[in-house]
């Protein structure tokens, strides 16, 4: 394996910086957010070395890395987890919010509702492909919470 | 986006905690375990912004976060996951340690064994209806053992 | 609960260290990478408490935490999600860049391109049977990036 550091080790202060983002209702399926994330947070900027920890304060919903690129990859993404896990499901009994509410639930803790991205140079290190994407799995789920953390250390 | 700072940026010390916490065995299934991990770590409450990390030491258990109110929302994850990955599947071939072993396993990935949750202003930053989730998926999985690791600014 | 803290509390300067691995080609399915990944992170050892996190930057692989002992789990796991995500899936529109393509980025989702494993005493804090595992889900993925990030207080 060839290895090779983008930065030395540094002992040095941190900085952290916690900040709440509310993201508009978006439609049912998975939808990329990573441009709203960077401009939502100038302070990545700052950073030589650090992460963001996003957090999404639901469990019907979730955030997932995933291409940037195609939109056919998210529209695949949101068929099968229809497929895979069906509103009609007759063993479910958690039903009297909805037939798509038991499903968002199971989507939400295959998908998880965070991720940590890493930041080197002032930016986030997303491989060329890679995008942040909310996924949706409500019908009509309204506005989201995202809190972000960010960690590490000065330019 | 609407986005507004919980606190402005801070450069300074961090704190880190570290513990081994252990969880009395239960049976399979889904277990709400948010009181039990803020009991364990009155530590929490001293740090204005940071992150507390779980890690469960084992592969057929998982942590995943989901609703902390109806149980019936974790009655059906556990349904769920049994028909997805059945114990009776012809193709595996790790048996010898039973037939909830494989499964166990399986699910485990796709849960994952951590979480990173914000803290803020000395709390957990969980979502109203989120809560903190042991996913034991042996019938007879014993104790399990999580490493905490608290990372944050003092308050 | 149980619980021992392996150190108290620290209020220290952090130390940082970001570095991008590279790992050689892979055939398609799981494959144990936690020795590689010591050896190539020293810098693991010189912390007292802390963290690393690892971030593959691609869409049609992911990161996971299994069983490091049989590899029988590891086939199984491997043939699970082939059945489970198929590549025949004929409602699939993303299909111009093969068959295995889709699956790979859905199972990319369901694992996750990201784990962060606690340190202590100088030492990943992985459990008795757990390793870290590359899960190749494309037939000819080649080299694939991961970025390491350590942060933690110092021995």
Redesign the interface.
Known sequence: ????????????????????????AQRRGFHLITD?II???P?IN?L????L?L?????SAGL????NA?P??R???E??FN???KED?P????TFEGSDD?PA??K???????????I?DGKL??????GIILAEHRDNGGER?I?A??????R
């Open positions: 394996m060839k290895a090779w550091p983008i930065w030395k080790s540094v002992l040095t202060n941190s900085i952290w910086h916690s900040e709440t983002l509310t993201l508009p709203d401009a939502a947070l302070q700052t030589k070395v650090g992460l920890h957090w999404l304060k639901h469990t997932t890395i995933n291409e195609d056919s990859v529209t695949d993404l068929a099968w497929h895979t896990v499901t063993y479910f009994t958690h038991m639930h199971i939400s803790s295959l998908l998880g509702c965070e991720v940590t991205i890493p080197a290190q997303l491989g060329t492909w890679q919470s809190i953390t960010l960690n590490g250390c000065q």
